[in-house]
């Protein structure tokens, strides 16, 4: 009898940005299903899933730097346009595709994969989700993103929340799988570090105002001179020109240029699990990190110095118990998160992470193994239930709106020339430039 090896996963990520591709890539290593075996693999045999990342084209597009920052290794990653990256889904074929992107960019590929796709016998699980806190744009994200095969729900609450929505305007819901974020882990908090440090993790877009993150800055500078014995450490996203998730115009490195900061105030880049290893107090307005604190079980504070809105993204954690000032937290104060809020976030303080994503690996083995392979995929926005938003959505990715990719769309078919990524980076660094140079004094002039 031949010996079998174990058939190795095929997976595709998509994504465009670097915040989208970490979450993209972690979510299809923790979602993949065991390799199938007709017989018992030889002794030493790996079927390690194959996993091919493919960043589109846009202002977001991650450097390397960010790529390196992220740390999520792929057997292939490449640049591609909407049209270069259909072309890419007929080429090659795949167990498992993950869409990590914006809402819109979903649903232009889950259309234009069920053109590609239209006479093909069988075609990958679809999967898309969100990178984080939804805290803004529910029903309108999650209608984008209806038509993959499993829409991720990061939380229990979210779950409800999700499948609350589709139900409510008649569409299939079936797609809403619990899980949690897939970039949780780390070594439970212990007890203090010496030095004690407080890490700041800053959001590119929140708040937005020169003035409000200046003042955060100078909340941060004051905390660091009342306790010289502490170290202080902001924790940044991206270095200046680099774009993520969103668009960051004033970058708290120009910012604190203007600030006569003390010593023990440095500014750190990195994985940030790596620096929630040496963290005894994380300090956010409204970032995801703070989940990933609340699971390692750090003291967390989530500021209400600039007010609990909507716009800021902290009303999320109403409820959580992490909810203070600086002032508060200058005079000693130390949060207790409240435990029923926390299990609802999907945070999984309680050991209960390894088995978070077990649902979504059992949902996708029974999907690759439907009799007669899967139906065509079938997003609730049409034509005909979204004749005035679907076609500019799809045009926006240079798509028609039967799907199919428009005559002289931008392709991808090889990789551009020297002289095209010449271009293409300084037209990325005028856009960059444009953005967090331009536009803040052409916004101040307006306010004159």
Excluded at 167 to 188: I, K
Excluded at 251 to 271: E, H, I
């Amino acid at each position: 009898m031949p010996v079998s090896t174990p058939k190795r996963p095929r997976i595709a990520v998509l994504a465009d940005s670097d915040t989208r591709w970490k979450w993209g890539a972690l979510t299809a290593d923790r979602i993949v299903p065991e390799p199938s075996m007709e017989t018992a693999p030889r002794e030493g045999a790996q079927a390690h899933p194959r996993l091919d990342g493919f960043l589109l084209r846009g202002r977001a597009t991650p450097t390397p730097r960010q790529l390196e920052e992220v740390g999520v290794r792929a057997d292939s990653l490449r640049e591609v346009t909407a049209a270069g990256f259909l072309r890419a889904m007929t080429e090659e074929s795949y167990d498992l595709l993950v869409l990590s992107l914006v809402g819109g960019g979903v649903q232009a590929m889950l259309h234009g994969l069920k053109h590609v796709w239209e006479n093909r016998a069988a075609r990958p699980v679809v999967v898309t989700g969100y990178v984080g806190v939804v805290y803004e744009k529910l029903a309108d994200g999650l209608l984008l993103r209806h038509g993959a095969d499993l829409v991720l729900a990061n939380s229990r609450q979210d779950a409800d929340r999700f499948r609350a929505v589709y139900e409510g305007v008649g569409a299939d819901a079936s797609a809403v799988t619990e899980v949690a974020l897939p970039f949780l882990g780390g070594a439970p908090y212990e007890g203090r570090h010496d030095p004690h440090t407080v890490v700041f993790a800053a959001q590119p877009s929140v708040p937005e105002s020169r003035k409000d993150r200046t003042y955060l800055l100078n909340r941060l500078v004051q905390h660091a001179r009342r306790h010289p014995e502490r170290e202080v450490l902001l924790k940044l996203r991206s270095k200046p020109g680099e774009h993520t998730t969103h668009i960051e115009e004033l970058p708290y490195q120009k910012l604190v240029q203007s600030l006569d900061a003390p010593a023990n105030l440095r500014l750190v880049y990195g994985n940030m699990g790596e620096v929630l290893d040496r963290t005894d107090l994380l300090v956010t307005v409204s970032s995801t990190a703070a989940l990933e604190s609340l699971h390692r079980r750090i003291p967390t504070v989530v500021l209400t110095d600039l007010g609990i809105r909507e716009s800021l993204g902290n009303h999320h954690f109403v409820g959580s118990g992490c909810l203070a000032s600086w002032d508060q937290l200058d005079a000693g104060h130390r949060p207790a998160p409240d435990e029923e809020w926390v299990s609802r976030q999907g945070v999984a303080a309680d050991g209960t992470y390894g088995f978070a994503f077990d649902a979504a690996r059992e949902r996708i083995a029974a999907l690759l193994d439907r009799p007669g392979g899967l139906p065509p995929l079938a997003p609730y926005y049409t034509p005909v239930t979204a004749p005035g938003y679907l076609p500019g959505i799809l045009a926006r990715h240079h798509l028609g709106p039967d799907g199919a990719p428009l005559p002289g769309a931008p392709a991808a078919g090889k990789d551009p020339g020297p002289v095209r990524q010449i271009v293409r980076r300084a037209a990325r660094g005028a856009y960059r430039h444009g953005v967090q140079r331009v536009a803040p004094v052409i916004r101040r002039m307006g306010e004159l």
